[in-house]
Structure formats: structure tokens, C-alpha cells
């Protein structure tokens, strides 16, 4: 099937508009009439693939929607081109066409477009991450272990890691791959991970050590959250914002990180202009410099919540201005700067 979508941006962006809309003029009994409709479906979040279509992972099964119509893939046992099971994680765009998906004890498995079918890899394998390199690798977080895989030869990479978890992968502008994990088994056990471009090899950072002051920190249980800047800064979002010490392979918390601390860090972004965004518990914060304390966009809390409609829902996306939502932060930001 080769039809494509009736609308080529995902649902945030159009709910973007509206509200760029609404924000630049006074509401009106229209406004107050606006109807949200259903597609029936009891999934996650949607993220859209390069060819337009969103993917939900639903409670029963992968749904794809095109703006009018949607389709659910379910597993079939006898057809090994079917989706392995129908309990999913959330969905990745593939660069290619198509999407990645991960599932509990089943592996991974990338929806062909021009097929319309799925090839499975690394069956058997607990899923917890996936990310798609530069290069059309995909690196995948499980239980297991961390892997990378060819999609093309179907070679696949073993890196044995201190910790059970994966929380994230993320690429900087020399195409090292980082990642990073939950708190390792043991103490000594690295928490984060670089993998050096075209290399085999595994380098270990931030060793744990529960006496350590930031790493020792009650609720501290890993690295959920990296960002690589281009001058090859490695920030971590934990319980507070951290940048990596390459030559202690320590975490540091900088002067101008101080009014962070604390605070959980849900996600890394970038403003219109390209400004560090950090969206915490305690509200969003944007870095003109990483020397200077940030600036305060929004603040969490009852500021949020008495705030219009319209300003909760853009401290809404932008806490969630990553894979799916991303193309649409800086819009959601460029109103937060009016």
C-alpha cells in the first residue's frame, strides 16, 4: 500500500498552531467550543516516521494513523512477519522508512514499508531502548546486555555493561555513541558509556561509589538522562544537571548548575535558537551559557497551574520535547520567550 498521509506533522504541531493562534489574540466563544476527537485508541505517546504516519504503542497492539483512518498490527503465531507479540514499547522512526519497535522477552523488530511487514532481531531479548544512529545502526538497551545492530547484515555487537538497565542513547557531532544506565550492581561499576565512532571498544565513566556526595544521594539511581553538545560537553540529568569531567570521568556540578540542584531533570532540549533547554519538576530553564545560571522560563508548581490553559500545555510538551515532539520545541519555546 502506498498511500500517504493526510497530514505530514505530528498532532502536537497542529495542537501548536492553534495555541500560537490563540495566544497572539483574545479568546473568543469559538475558542471555548474547540472539540477534541478520538481515534480510539489506548496507547503512549505518538511519534511520526519520515514518511508522515503516527505510531502509537496501544494496549493491544501497533497502530499506525494517517489523519483519517488507522491500522493495528497484532501478532499472528503463524506468520513470522507479523509484530513478535502485541505488548509494545514505544516506536522509533528509522531514517530509512519504517519504524523500530521493542518488546518485553521478544526483541526488536523494523517495520518494512514497502512490504508492510516486520523483520524481527534479537529474539528472547528484554527491550528497555532503542536508538538509531547516524550510520543506520540501532543500538538497543535490555536487560540482557546493550547491542548494536546492522539492520542490513543483521551483524550484531555485544557490550557488556555494570547495570541492568539502559536509560538512554544519544550521539554527539563525532558520532560517539553515549549511553547511560541505572545504578550498577555493584559498587566500582561504571554508570555511563561511550562507544568511540567506527570502534568496537567500550569506554567507562562514573564509577559508583555510594560515599560519593552526588552519586550517593538518596533516590540517585542512575543516568536517565544525556545531552552532547557540540563543542563534546556531556551534560547528565539526574536528581540535578551535572556535566561529565573527562579527565576524572567524575560528575561535576558547575557554579552555574546551582540552581538545578535538586531538581529532577526530565528532558534536554534546544530553544529556536539553539539555546540549551532543561525541563525539570521544578520548571523549565534555558542556558545562554553553560558559565552563567539559567534563565527561567517557566516555573512548576502553582505558577504552572495558574497559569492559562495555553501555558499548561506548553509546559507540558516541552517537558516532552524529545524524539517525537522535538521538530515542534522550539515553536512551543519560541511562544514561552513572548
Same mark, same amino acid.
Given at each position: ?49 519520515? &514518511? #508522515?504516519?503516527? +505510531?502509537?504503542?496501544?494496549?493491544? $497492539?501497533?497502530? @499506525?494513523? =494517517?489523519?483519517?483512518?488507522? *491500522? /493495528? ?61 547516524? &550510520? #543506520?545502526?540501532? +543500538?538497543?538497551?535490555?536487560?540482557? $546486555?546493550?547491542? @548494536?545492530? =546492522?539492520?542490513?547484515?543483521? *551483524? /550484531? ?182
Amino acid at each position: 500500500m502506498n498511500d500517504r498521509p493526510q497530514f505530514r506533522r505530528i498532532l502536537a504541531v497542529v495542537v501548536l498552531l492553534g495555541v500560537s493562534a490563540s495566544a497572539h489574540r483574545p479568546a473568543t466563544a469559538q475558542d471555548r467550543q474547540v472539540r477534541f476527537r478520538s481515534i480510539g485508541v489506548d496507547g503512549g505517546v505518538p511519534m511520526q516516521d519520515v &514518511d #508522515g504516519f503516527i +505510531w502509537i504503542a496501544a494496549a493491544d $497492539g501497533l497502530v @499506525r494513523y =494517517d489523519g483519517s483512518r488507522k *491500522v /493495528v498490527y497484532r501478532n499472528d503465531p503463524s506468520d513470522s512477519t507479523s509484530i513478535p507479540h502485541n505488548t509494545t514499547g514505544r516506536p522509533i522512526p528509522s531514517a530509512s522508512g519504517g519504524v523500530w519497535v521493542g518488546f518485553p522477552g521478544e526483541g526488536v523488530a523494523r517495520f518494512d514499508p514497502a512490504t508492510e511487514t516486520f523483520r524481527r532481531f534479537l529474539g528472547g531479548v528484554n527491550v528497555s531502548g532503542l536508538f538509531e544512529a547516524a &550510520d #543506520g545502526a540501532l +543500538w538497543v538497551g535490555s536487560r540482557e $546486555g546493550t547491542f @548494536r545492530l =546492522d539492520p542490513n547484515s543483521g *551483524v /550484531v555487537k555485544s557490550f557488556p555493561i555494570d547495570a541492568p538497565d539502559v536509560y538512554q542513547f544519544v550521539e554527539g557531532s563525532d558520532s560517539d555513541v553515549w549511553f547511560g544506565t541505572s545504578r550498577p550492581r555493584e559498587a566500582g561499576g561504571a554508570m555511563l558509556y561511550r562507544v568511540p565512532a567506527g570502534s568496537d571498544s567500550l569506554d567507562r565513566f562514573v564509577r559508583y561509589d555510594p560515599a560519593d556526595p552526588i552519586l550517593g544521594m538518596p533516590g540517585f539511581f542512575g543516568l536517565p538522562r544525556l545531552e552532547v553538545l557540540d563543542d563534546g560537553t556531556v551534560l547528565v540529568g539526574a536528581i540535578g544537571l551535572y556535566a561529565l569531567d573527562m579527565a576524572t570521568r567524575s560528575l561535576v556540578r558547575p557554579a552555574a548548575f546551582e540552581p538545578l540542584a535538586g531538581a529532577w531533570v526530565f528532558q534536554f532540549s534546544r530553544d529556536h535558537s539553539g539555546k540549551l533547554v532543561v525541563s525539570t519538576d521544578r520548571g523549565i530553564f534555558r542556558f545562554d551559557t553553560l558559565g552563567e545560571p539559567p534563565t527561567v522560563l517557566l516555573m512548576a508548581g502553582g505558577a504552572v497551574h495558574r497559569a492559562g490553559p495555553e501555558r499548561r500545555l506548553l509546559a507540558r510538551l516541552v517537558e516532552r520535547a524529545c524524539d517525537p515532539l522535538r521538530s515542534g520545541s522550539g515553536q512551543v519555546l519560541r511562544l514561552l520567550d513572548s
